[in-house]
Structure formats: structure tokens, C-alpha cells
């Protein structure tokens, strides 16, 4: 389970994600405990309702190509997205959609906001 650590993180993650724009409408997470946690707080805090929370199995321990197809799959146009995942898929994408290879894992609770399209299309 999140420690009360991991809970703090995940609302002040929330906190800045909603402050940041466009503010999602969708959070795809994978289905581990401590993923499923976070997706949790993060769509308390957005006020999303549990409809908006997509849990993917094979975004478990995902590889950067899986991650981003799944992500694909369930984005429009126009709105933003809140991907919760592991290491290191979701480090790797973030610096595949930045076009920054030297871009640092992700810290627990660290998020960026990036353009999809800025992933090869």
C-alpha cells in the first residue's frame, strides 16, 4: 500500500496537475495496488468520477511501446490524459514524447504534461 508519504505525494501531484492546463478528463492507470492508490487520489483530487479511471493490465511493468499504444487507444484530440505507470516504461516514454533523451526517471509522484502527438506523429 502507499506509505502516508506516497499519499502526500499523490495530492500534491494532483494539486499541480490541476493547476497545470489543460486539466485531464481521463486517468489510464495500471492495475497494481500502489498504482491503482495513486489513480485513486489523483481522481479525488480532479474530481473525476470512477468512470474516468481506466485500469489497463498490461500497463503493469509496461514497455515504453505498450504504454504508448495504450495511451493512443483511449486519447482524443483535445484532451488530456493522466497515465499512472512504472518504471522505467514510463520514464522511457516521457523521454520518447519530449524528444529529450537525457530526461531523468520520474521520481514517486513525479508527472510531466507532454503532447502525444510530439511522439512520432
Known sequence: PLTPRGEEDARASAQAIRAASPVPTLILSSPARRTRQ???ILAQV????????LFVDALYNGRTDTLESELRRVSRRGTATVLVAHNP???????????DPQRPDFSPGGWACLALADCGD
Open 46 to 53: 480532479l474530481g473525476l468520477p470512477g468512470e474516468r479511471l
Open 38 to 40: 495513486t489513480a485513486d
Open 89 to 99: 516504461g514510463i520514464s522511457d516514454l516521457a523521454r520518447k514524447m519530449s524528444g
